[in-house]
């Protein structure tokens, strides 16, 4: 069984502050993590996804995410935030193994609102 | 050149009616999906198919019901609408079980 936990509905930032999204996982076997964006009446793009390697990982639009085991974490950063960063995100987990049971399962999302 | 795409974009009916949403994805992509995000933007998965076989079928009402033609489209039909089915459902695809997942613009279901 696997589940996500996505800490704040809603977060505030100002415009070049940093950005802090915060994502808690649960899983019986490793995981793999993904964190996607959603911009209004779009659909979900993937901002950056771990799954094995390097636990710090680049994503796209100065995005980082860094995969902590022992606090089963995966935290999304960037360093300032613009206007354009505004948008729903989500935290979600897929099982490394399992065959065709491995499914993604999503965080209820962080609405991102970027302050002038 | 849109990868996933959905028809339609918004669907509005009665209760009652029988819909369907189409998809496709030209990204050559073994395994597609559906999800439904409901107003509290929640996303659950409901079907997969990998290779046009039925491989994640959630708890959904039987009202609701996958076809993959081919492995290109899986298109989502819904029988007997009912309020509770309003939502955005989005399709997505990916060239694997458990890889990265390439998501549709998505439909809007309004069901009055």
């Known amino acids: ?116 | 050149d849109t990868a996933v795409s959905q028809t339609p974009k918004y669907l509005v009916t009665q209760m009652g009616n029988d819909k369907s949403i189409k998809c496709e994805q030209n990204l050559g992509h073994d395994t597609m999906y559906w999800y439904k995000q409901d107003s509290k933007k929640f996303l659950k998965i409901m079907f997969s198919y990998n290779n046009k076989e039925l491989i994640i079928n959630e708890t959904v009402p039987n009202r609701f019901s996958p076809k993959s033609p081919d492995k290109a489209h899986l298109n989502l039909h819904i029988n007997s609408l009912e309020l509770g089915d309003s939502a955005v459902y989005f399709c997505a695809s990916s060239p694997r079980i458990s890889d990265t997942q390439y998501f549709g613009p998505g439909t809007r279901l309004t069901v009055l």
């Open chain 1, 1 to 116: 069984a696997q589940s996500v936990t996505q800490l704040g509905s809603h977060v505030s930032v100002s415009e070049g502050a940093l950005v802090l999204l915060r994502c808690n996982y649960s899983s019986s076997v490793p995981p793999y993590l993904f964190w996607y964006v959603q911009y209004p009446n779009q659909g979900l793009q993937l901002l950056l996804k771990y799954t094995t390697g390097a636990t710090l990982v680049k994503g796209i639009n100065g995005f980082e995410a860094e995969f902590k085991k022992s606090e089963t974490s995966f935290h999304l950063t960037k360093p300032s935030a613009h206007m354009s960063d505004a948008a729903e995100y989500f935290c979600a987990v897929s099982p490394a193994v399992g065959g065709s049971a491995r499914q993604l399962t999503f965080g209820s999302g962080t609405q991102l609102t970027v302050l002038p």
